[in-house]
């Protein structure tokens, strides 16, 4: 982040959208990595099917952006969990493949790698002008007092939680498969943490490169 970007005035915030038109959609937001997605209409790995789309929360303004791994993204990683675990496995049996005579090994293997398929296709993020919804827990974007990034396994997750004490914990990259809901996101993080005074850790600057309020110079 550049140094002129550490900080941020509450006057210089991108607007919010309005939650009827969502309107106007934010800036481009920084700590994007996934700059090499195709467009929405070519990304095979993305669940197009237009009857599994989320709903809004209950009483929140229409759904602007979601995503959700399509079925071929799901198997693809399931059949790489598979290999991954079967690999290890012959591994810890110092590269002796008699472990693969015994079938109740396999049935391990095999329920390893459909409990990666279901995480896949459980995921699911949508987002509207002031809200986001990771399955069927949800928060309001720009009245998070909480935003702490912390490692996971081998992903970034982010944890959220909004003055109705209503918690979402989701890996980051979930959130970054889309580019606008990504943008969506980050605006509610920035109003959060510059005009809120939500609550962060380090990563959270770090990795996201969100500023911190101006107030904090010196």
């Known amino acids: 982040m550049n140094d002129d970007r550490l900080f941020l005035a509450t ?18 937001a920084p700590g994007f990595h996934k700059e090499g997605k195709p467009p929405k209409e070519q990304d095979r790995d993305r669940d197009q099917t237009i009857r599994r789309m989320p709903t809004p929360p209950e009483g929140e303004g229409r759904m602007l952006e979601w ?24 591994l810890l049996q110092g590269l002796d493949p008699s472990w693969m005579s015994a079938w ?23 987002v509207g002008a002031e809200w986001l919804k990771v399955g069927k827990a949800w928060v309001r974007l720009y009245e998070l007092t909480e935003i702490k990034a912390k490692h996971r396994s081998n992903a970034i997750h982010l944890d959220f939680k909004d003055s109705a004490g209503r918690v979402v914990m989701v890996k980051s990259d979930d959130l970054q498969e889309d580019r606008d809901v990504w943008d969506l996101v980050y605006n509610g993080i920035l109003h959060s943490v ?19 309020p101006e107030s904090w110079k010196g």
Not at 11 to 28: A, H, N, T
Not at 80 to 85: D, E, M, N, P
Request: glycine residues 8%.
């Open 104 to 126: 109740w090994m396999w049935l391990i293997v095999a329920t390893g790698s459909l409990v990666v398929y279901a995480s896949f296709r459980a995921v699911e993020c949508a």
């Open 194 to 212: 510059i005009a809120g005074g939500a609550e962060t850790n380090s990563m959270v600057h770090s990795a996201f490169q969100v500023p911190r």
């Open 67 to 90: 995503y959700r791994h399509s079925q071929r993204n799901a198997i693809t990683a399931g059949l790489g969990a598979f290999v991954i675990i079967a690999l290890g496995i012959t």
């Open 11 to 28: 006057s210089e915030l991108p607007p919010k959208p309005d939650p009827v038109s969502g309107e106007p959609r934010p800036p481009r």
